[in-house]
Structures are given as structure tokens and as C-alpha cells.
């Protein structure tokens, strides 16, 4: 399962990439749309209750409470029908709805309810193999996320092409690899996992001509400081220039 903030074209993508892999719209994305139709106080009373729908999607704990909260959608549209109806006409001559962005916030769930992805962390089946399923994106858009938009500010100069470049080398340098390596005189490994401050200082000892004391645990010191020249490779051929 893949959660997704609804970013265009990720869904087909995920489509050609994981063909079987089941979508959940990231429900704080969700809110957070409705919210910037209705804004955070809205001033009708159907936007109000519009409001404080989307904000209890964060609070569904089973199929059950999701289905009553489709009900209580269901029951909210039928309700406002009538206010949703209403038409003005503006200074063309031209009818257009009176409500529109209440509409829009509408629309936005009825595609998601229709599109089965409002819900999929409640699929009992995946449940059944995956003990907690989230329902957000949060935890990268709060950790690896934030980071690479940190580091795209700080070079904010940088144009379009370079601004990518940048990305795929923060995320090579940052991310990868994960190495297995095995303990002395051990059949037993462990995964080690190097981040951008480390690799960064190993490349900048690299450039002054050191090498970095060998991790504890990883029995060949050639093969470490082959992978700090396929970094320091990667920073140089990818590494943002303003």
C-alpha cells in the first residue's frame, strides 16, 4: 500500500510501477484541501459542517465509523442541496455557481469516496498482514521531506534543471545504500545505514586526502573507502553549482 498526498500523475504512476499495490489518499491532504476551499472559518453554516467533516476523517478507527461518516457526507449533501444549487450571475452576464468552492471541496471528496482510496488503511485484508497501516504521509513529509525542501531553499537560486539535479543528489547522498556487512568471525550481519552527515564528512576527508576510521563492524577497509569515492563521484557529477 502507498500513501500519497495526491500529487498529479501518482496515481498512474504507481499504476505502472507497483501494478498491484493498493492507494490511500493521505488523509491530512485530504482536510487540508477542504479546508482551503472553506477556509479555516467558515462563514455559512453548510462550510462549517463541511469543515468539521473533513477534520474527523483524522479520527476513524474501523470500516464501521468510516461508513457512518460517509453517511454523514451523504446526509450533508442532501441537506444543502439546495444551497449547493444556487446560481449568480456575474458581471459578464454569466451564471456560475454562488457556492463554488464549497463545491469544489464537495467534489473532492465524492472522487475519493468513488475512487475506493479514502479508506484503504481499513482494508480488513491488508490488515490482516500489516499491523498498522497509516492513514497520513506524515512521517516523510516530516523527515526526509523536509530536509530536501530545507536543502532546495538554501539553494534557492539554482534553475529548474538544477533544482532536480540537486534533489537526486540529496537523495543518493542522504538514502543509499543500506549495506550488510558481517561481524567478525560471525555468520550473523547487521544493516548499516549511512546518513548525509556521515558520508558528507567521509567525502570531505576523502578531498583532503584522509580516509575516515573504518565503522565498527565492517571487516574490509577497501571496500568502505571505495564506496566514499562512489560518493564523493556522485557529489561532483550531481552536486548543486549557483
Known sequence: ???????????????????HAKLQRCTFHVFSQVRRYTT?????????????LAKDLSHLKNKVEAEKWVHRFIDWME?????????????NGQRRPTHERLLKARNSLIRLIRDGTLFTYLDEELLRTIEK?????????GGVNARLR?????????????????AFWWCYIDMYPLYWTR????????????????????????????WPETPEGYND???????????ARAERQMAPRS
Request: with cysteine; hydrophobic share 35%; net charge positive.
Open 183 to 210: 561481524k567478525c568471525h560471525s555468520k550473523e550481519g547487521f544493516i548499516m545505514r549511512y546518513d548525509y552527515e556521515f558520508k558528507k564528512m567521509c567525502v570531505d576527508l576523502y578531498r583532503q586526502g584522509k
Open 133 to 141: 497501516i497509516p492513514s497520513t504521509n506524515n512521517q516523510i513529509e
Open 1 to 19: 500500500m502507498v500513501v500519497s498526498d495526491g500529487g498529479t500523475g501518482f496515481a498512474k504512476a504507481l499504476r505502472q510501477t507497483w501494478k
Open 221 to 231: 577497509p577497501g571496500n568502505f573507502h571505495a564506496m566514499i569515492r562512489r560518493w
Open 150 to 166: 530545507a536543502m532546495l531553499r538554501d539553494h534557492r537560486g539554482l534553475n529548474i534543471e538544477r533544482r532536480i539535479k540537486a
Open 40 to 52: 479555516s472559518r467558515p462563514k455559512t453554516l453548510a462550510a462549517m459542517e463541511l469543515y468539521i
Open 79 to 91: 441537506r444543502y442541496q439546495a444551497f449547493l444549487n444556487q446560481m449568480t450571475v456575474d458581471e
